[in-house]
Nanobody, 114 residues
């Protein structure tokens, strides 16, 4: 499975950004896709994930501000990020996992200026 992420960039605090990720290759219908992030000097952390059946898990820090969605037919996952804060600044990584393996996409930088 290959992951192609897009989106990210520079935005002022309070602004919005949207990340998208497409999975291609041998994609099993039962899987979990989502986003993790890693800020400088910190460990990679979960942002939001969504299963192919629609079960969603958000980090407490993004609840109410970020919305994850997916299109199972297209094998894509998106993350709408609203009310962004400087603390959201990080490299965001798309993640795919099923019963076979875990795959990471290339990171995309999100920078929120104060």
């Amino acid at each position: 499975v290959q992951l192609q992420a897009s989106g990210g960039g520079l935005v002022q605090a309070g602004g919005s950004l949207r990340l998208s990720c497409a999975a291609s290759g041998s994609v099993f219908s039962i899987n979990v896709m989502g986003w993790y992030r890693q800020a400088p000097g910190k460990q990679r952390e979960l942002v939001a994930v969504i299963s192919s059946s629609g079960i969603i898990n958000y980090a407490d820090s993004v609840k109410g501000r970020f919305t994850i969605s997916r299109d199972n037919a297209q094998n894509t996952v998106s993350l709408q990020m609203n009310s962004l804060k400087p603390d959201d600044t990080a490299v965001y990584y798309c993640n795919f996992r099923d019963t076979r393996f875990v795959q990471w996409g290339q990171g995309t930088q999100v920078t929120v200026s104060s």
